[in-house]
Nanobody, 115 residues
């Protein structure tokens, strides 16, 4: 089992920045990929960015490329969000996928970008 605890959401004006953090605990050696998803009201949850635990390969949604950066330090994954837009408003969820493809989710953190 993997537990994920997020922090760092909040309210920011358009053009501003926020950094989200997610601390993983439990069976962390079983983690293959760490990532961030988001879900806006009335929309499906979507992948924002992911990073492989071994090798560090990253993947980004087209809508955030050049603005968001995912990184990892041991068992904590970060999402640096710059040049935020109102369209980035959503609940952001930390995700971990183990080598058996089991998914784990954090509780979610609200990000609100005002225009």
């Amino acid at each position: 089992q993997v537990q994920l605890v997020e922090s760092g959401g909040g309210l920011v004006q358009a053009g501003g920045s926020l950094r989200l953090s997610c601390a993983a605990s439990g069976s962390t050696l079983s983690i293959n990929v760490l990532g961030w998803y988001r879900q806006a009201p009335g929309k499906q949850r979507e992948l924002v960015a992911s990073i492989r635990r071994n090798g560090g390969r990253t993947n980004y949604a087209d809508s955030v490329k050049g603005r968001f950066t995912i990184s990892r330090d041991r068992n904590t994954v970060y999402l640096q969000m710059n040049s935020l837009e109102p369209e980035d408003t959503a609940v952001y969820y930390c995700n971990a996928q183990d080598y058996g493809s089991t998914q784990y989710w954090g509780q979610g953190t609200q990000v609100t970008v005002s225009s």
